[in-house]
């Protein structure tokens, strides 16, 4: 979540993926993320740290996702789960997952894309789109 993120941006952004299988809801007390932070980020915020080049600045705030998930949630994360994933404490391990860390808006165009690591690639950041990401995602857990 980013200043500027409300309601009506979170209704606005929900269309642009047209897909049933998808959720995408506005979450104004961070409830979720918070959840879904303290079960996974400790399992991957190693992963995510020894992908990035020794001098980013991107490693001090990923071990502060590390060290206080219920303060400082990790955002731009998607996970992907198979049919049949049993829903229960604890959550289950994702079959997929997929991390946005760079974020370019071309405004020429307004089409944006960035920088993710997956779970499939562990120690190279990839430029994709959200769109080509959740399609990769899709792709897997439906096979």
């Known amino acids: 979540m980013v200043g500027g993120d409300d ?10 993926f047209g897909d049933p299988r998808l959720s995408y ?5 961070r409830c979720s993320g918070v959840a879904w932070s303290v079960h996974y980020q400790k399992q991957f915020a190693d992963l995510f740290v020894n992908s990035l080049p020794p001098k980013s600045d ?14 400082q949630p990790m955002w731009d994360v998607a996970y992907f789960f198979k049919r049949g994933a049993k829903w229960s404490d604890p ?3 994702p079959d997929a997952w997929t991390k946005q860390f760079g974020y370019r808006n071309d405004p020429s165009t ?7 690591l997956r779970y499939n690639s562990i120690g190279a950041l990839a ?11 899709f792709d897997l857990i439906e096979k």
């Open 7 to 16: 309601s009506q941006s979170a209704r606005a952004a929900a269309g642009q």
């Open 25 to 29: 809801f506005w979450d104004a007390d």
């Open 58 to 71: 991107l490693r001090s705030r990923i071990k502060l996702w590390m060290e206080h998930p219920e303060t």
């Open 91 to 93: 959550l289950p391990a």
């Open 110 to 116: 307004g089409e944006s894309s960035g920088t993710f």
């Open 127 to 137: 430029p994709s789109t959200w769109t080509a990401e959740f399609e990769a995602g």
